[in-house]
């Protein structure tokens, strides 16, 4: 069955950067997209940006541009998303999900990222 | 910068119907914003329930369904039941870019 496995939690300083893996099986991994989707406590999910596997495009929202990276690995089927500068409001559940055709369908089961002096 | 508005809550009897709708600051949401829809519980991931309007997953119970209502993306539940409480996001598509909703908190009561 298509899976998205995630790395495990982090706990970060503010000002350093977090890289988190999303390594997928079950599918074809270069014929979709994978999107990024942060949720921080409380609230609502934010779409982050998004990469195709097939050929390397990456779109971004606008609120991360420049702070963010979208990165796949074919060989290994991983997508990796990394954000940099990090700041308190950061903490958040980070979640990959595969982003094919304008169907967003299945997820990995999230990234917690504590942002903690 | 973009804005998506959902309904913040809704309540609904067992059994019953609901319509959850999801709005673009831009205009009519149309079937070329892709309207996707999402369920989820407290404490798990989302999960995948319509996309593109009005199309539905291998997994989505036949009562949840997708439209385009007055200008908006539209979820309707048929015959709710106590398990299909909790937040609902729509996600609309806009040049190469995503946008969810606020989110609704569907209660059954």
């Known amino acids: 069955q298509v899976q998205l496995v995630q790395s495990g939690a982090e706990v970060k300083k503010p000002g350093t950067s977090v890289k988190v893996s999303c390594k997928a099986s079950g599918y074809t991994f270069t014929m979709s997209g994978i999107s990024w989707v942060r949720q921080a406590p409380g609230q609502g999910l934010e779409w982050m940006g998004w990469i195709s596997a097939y050929n390397g495009d990456t779109h971004y929202a606008q609120n991360f541009q420049g702070r963010v990276t979208v990165t796949t690995d074919t060989s290994t089927s991983t997508a990796y998303m990394e954000l940099r500068s990090l700041r308190s409001d950061d903490t958040a559940i980070y979640y990959c999900?595969?982003?094919?055709?304008?169907?967003?369908?299945?997820w990995g089961q999230g990234t917690t990222v504590t942002v903690s002096s | 910068q973009t804005v998506v508005t959902q309904e913040p809550s809704l309540t609904v009897s067992p059994g019953g119907t609901v319509t959850l709708t999801c709005a673009s600051s831009t205009g009519a949401v149309t079937s070329g914003s892709y309207p996707n829809w999402f369920q989820q519980k407290p404490g798990q991931a989302p999960r995948s329930l319509i996309y593109t309007t009005n199309n539905k997953h291998s997994w989505t119970p036949a009562r949840f369904s997708g439209s385009l209502l007055g200008g908006k993306a539209a979820l309707t539940l048929s015959g709710v039941r106590p398990e299909d409480e909790a937040d609902y996001y729509c996600?609309?598509?806009?040049?190469?870019?995503?946008?969810f909703g606020g989110g609704t908190k569907l209660t059954v009561l």
């Open positions: 996600l609309l598509y806009y040049s190469n870019t995503w946008v």
């Open positions: 999900a595969k982003d094919y055709d304008y169907n967003v369908d299945v």
